[in-house]
């Protein structure tokens, strides 16, 4: 896989490789930062989030890193698959306010 | 169980007309949120309810648009007098409780002509 940042909106992988979608946030207040996915014709489906107080996190394939220092988020799915192909959205928030801060997306196409 | 639904799924309007948009959030879930998606963009917020009351309407545009959620769970928002600029995916996300993930549904696309 490849890396990309908020320059490069698009971002193409081969079927099992890793990938890694980068987001720079605006907020130093902002303490809480998910990761959506939005596929063509639907909402954003949640895949991971993380508070402040953590560097990494972990799920099922998928790992997200924050970096507070220079306001960066990444997003790394490992093995990918083809229905990982989508639009991946960072978002950010303070806990506890319920207002979501989003970003404008990397379209990721997996290549078979 | 069910998720967030919305509706219509696709409204067509004429430019000054009035439209209502529907959502249904998940059962159970208090908090509710709509949100804005211009093409190409991220969702942007527009309000957000505990109950029945909006405890953060920040995100509206201006006094043109207007949501209720009356009985603390269905919720509409209304638009007055359509201006093409509002062409967009209308998002409506539900939490169980206040911080909690957020679930959207599929949007409502407004095209105002």
């Known amino acids: 896989g490849e890396s990309v940042g908020l320059h490069l909106p698009t971002l193409s992988v081969q079927e099992g490789d890793n990938s890694i979608i980068n987001c720079a946030y605006s907020?130093?207040?902002?303490?809480?930062f998910i990761w959506y996915k939005q596929e063509s014709g639907k909402g954003p489906q949640f895949i991971i989030d993380?508070?402040?107080?953590?560097d990494k996190r972990q799920g099922q394939r998928v790992t997200v890193l924050l970096n507070k220092t220079v306001k960066h988020l990444s997003l790394q799915i490992a093995a990918t698959q083809p229905g990982d192909s989508a639009v991946y959205f960072c978002?950010?928030?303070?806990?506890?306010?319920?207002?979501?801060?989003f970003g404008t997306g990397t379209r990721l196409t997996i290549i078979p | 169980g069910a998720g967030v639904s919305q509706t219509p799924s696709n409204k067509v309007t004429e430019k000054g007309k009035y439209v209502e948009l529907r959502c249904d959030p998940i059962?159970?879930?208090?908090?509710l949120y709509w949100y804005r998606q211009s093409l190409g963009q991220g969702p942007e917020f527009l309000i957000y309810?505990?109950?029945?009351?909006?405890?953060?309407d920040s995100g509206l545009p201006n006094d043109r648009f207007f949501a209720v959620r009356p009985e603390g769970s269905v919720s509409t928002l209304k638009i007055q007098r359509t201006e093409r600029g509002d062409s967009a995916v209308y998002l409506c996300?539900?939490?169980?409780?206040?911080?909690?993930?957020?679930?959207f549904g599929p949007g409502t696309r407004l095209t105002v002509l």
């Open positions: 059962s159970g879930h208090t908090a």
């Open positions: 309810f505990q109950g029945t009351g909006a405890a953060d």
């Open positions: 978002a950010e928030a303070n806990f506890g306010n319920e207002k979501l801060t």
């Open positions: 907020n130093s207040a902002s303490d809480y």
């Open positions: 993380i508070r402040s107080n953590m």
């Open positions: 996300a539900s939490s169980l409780v206040r911080g909690n993930e957020q679930f």
